[in-house]
């Protein structure tokens, strides 16, 4: 049985039309999973899914995403990539990549057929 307290409290700020995105309950075909290559696939609530694959890929509104074999919070994989990500670019930046490549590729020569 529900309180009272949280009734209201999900009244006041639950967001019914992201509720069902995230549910899938808007899905017009009624089908509960669907079979490919032998295996069956959830498409109700996949919000609730753990992820399969080991390298951090998953349903778009995964909880946790499978980081070789941890289980790490959207959130703080999300944070580390951006920040990955942050790095990589700050290195290339340093070391002038973008312009050595543009100039590699400036100097190609290409044969013209006679």
Same mark, same amino acid.
């Given at each position: 049985?529900? #309180? +009272?307290?949280?009734?209201k409290l999900r009244e006041d700020y639950e967001?019914? +039309? %992201? +509720?069902?995105?995230?549910k899938n309950a808007n899905d017009i075909s009624g089908e509960k999973s669907l079979e490919?290559?032998?295996?069956?696939?959830?498409?109700?609530? &996949?919000?609730?899914?753990?992820?399969?694959?080991?390298?951090?890929?998953?349903?778009?509104? +995964?909880?946790?995403?499978?980081?070789?074999?941890? /289980?790490? &919070?959207?959130?703080?994989?999300?944070?580390?990539?951006?920040?990955?990500? #942050? %790095?990589? %670019?700050?290195?290339?930046?340093?070391?002038?990549?973008?312009?050595?490549?543009?100039?590699? /590729?400036?100097?190609?020569?290409?044969?013209?057929? #006679?």
């Amino acid at each position: 049985m529900r #309180s +009272a307290a949280f009734v209201k409290l999900r009244e006041d700020y639950e967001n019914v +039309a %992201l +509720a069902n995105m995230v549910k899938n309950a808007n899905d017009i075909s009624g089908e509960k999973s669907l079979e490919k290559d032998g295996k069956l696939i959830q498409q109700s609530d &996949p919000v609730f899914l753990d992820p399969t694959d080991r390298l951090g890929r998953a349903q778009f509104f +995964a909880p946790r995403k499978n980081m070789f074999g941890n /289980l790490i &919070p959207t959130f703080w994989f999300n944070i580390g990539v951006i920040w990955t990500m #942050s %790095l990589v %670019l700050m290195v290339t930046l340093y070391f002038d990549v973008f312009k050595k490549v543009l100039d590699f /590729l400036g100097n190609i020569q290409f044969k013209k057929k #006679s």
